[in-house]
């Protein structure tokens, strides 16, 4: 499966925005998708997961009730709602699938076999 994540863009603190992963060559609902986030420096570090299953869902303590990630099908795309958003949310987006769900690595890097190239967000302040 290939992955493409877009949205971002440049927004002021407290707006929200919309990031797209849009999956070709397999069918995006087979597959647990999850979202990560990076800073210049730092490690690859987890947003979000959604099951291929039942669609649950996980976030990282940081932004929960801020983000929201859901799929639709019919478009092959898993969406990442942010809202709220702060000038420490200014990092690069990336969206990643994983053929298997396990609980034990959802929240890590390893865990996902394919990534997509990464959307840019900036919060102005």
């Known amino acids: 499966v290939q992955l493409q994540a877009s949205g971002g863009g440049l927004v002021q603190a407290g707006d929200s925005l919309r990031l797209s992963c849009a999956a070709s060559?397999?069918?995006?609902?087979?597959?647990?998708i999850g979202w990560f986030r990076q800073a210049p420096g730092r490690e690859r570090d987890f947003v979000t997961v959604?099951?291929?299953?039942?669609?649950?869902?996980y976030y990282a303590d940081s932004v929960k009730g801020r983000f929201t990630i859901f799929r639709d099908n019919a478009k092959n795309t898993v969406y990442l709602q942010v809202s709220s958003l702060k000038p420490e949310d200014t990092v690069v987006y990336y969206c990643?699938?994983?053929?298997?769900?396990?609980?034990?690595?959802?929240?890590?890097?390893?865990?996902?076999?394919?990534w997509g190239q990464g959307t840019l967000v900036t919060v102005s302040s």
């Open positions: 990643a699938a994983s053929r298997v769900f396990y609980y034990s690595t959802y929240h890590q890097v390893r865990g996902y076999d394919y």
């Open positions: 060559g397999r069918t995006i609902s087979s597959y647990a």
């Open positions: 959604i099951s291929s299953t039942d669609g649950t869902t």
